[in-house]
C-alpha cells in the first residue's frame, strides 16, 4: 500500500519559514519525481516545486528564492523549505510522486496558513 504522508503545515506570519516534509512507503521511492503541489481555496491546483530522480529541481515562478525542495532517498522523504512566506502562498499543500511509467500517488495535504 503507497502512503505520502506530509507534515510541518500550519500558521505563520508574512515573512515567517516553514518546513513541510513528506515520508513515502510502498514505493521505490529513488526512482520517482517527487513534487509539491497546492491549491488555494477557489483556485486550481497548482505545481510549486519538483525534484528528479537525479535531484534536478524546478519551481514556479512565484516561489524561486524563497522556496527549496530538497529529498533523502535513505528516508523516503521529500522536503519543501518556505521562507519569506506571503500571504499569497496560503493553500493546501501536498505531496506528489511520480514513477518513470507516469503512474502518480498523492498525500493528503497539510494546510498552510500566512497572515498578513
Known amino acids: 500500500q503507497v502512503q505520502l504522508v506530509e507534515s510541518g503545515g500550519g500558521l505563520v506570519q508574512s515573512g515567517g519559514s516553514l518546513r513541510l516534509s513528506c515520508v513515502a512507503s510502498g514505493i521505490a521511492f529513488s526512482r520517482y519525481t517527487m513534487g509539491w503541489y497546492r491549491q488555494a481555496p477557489g483556485k486550481q491546483r497548482e505545481l510549486v516545486a519538483t525534484?528528479?530522480?537525479?535531484?534536478?529541481?524546478n519551481y514556479v515562478n512565484s516561489v524561486k528564492g524563497r522556496f527549496s525542495v530538497s529529498r533523502d532517498n535513505a528516508k523516503d522523504t521529500v522536503a519543501l523549505q518556505m521562507n519569506s512566506l506571503k500571504p499569497e502562498d496560503t493553500a493546501v499543500y501536498s505531496c506528489?510522486?511520480?514513477?518513470?511509467?507516469?503512474?502518480?500517488?498523492w498525500g493528503q495535504g497539510t494546510q498552510v496558513t500566512v497572515s498578513s
Open positions: 506528489n510522486a511520480l514513477s518513470p511509467f507516469n503512474v502518480e500517488y
Open positions: 525534484i528528479t530522480e537525479g535531484g534536478t529541481t
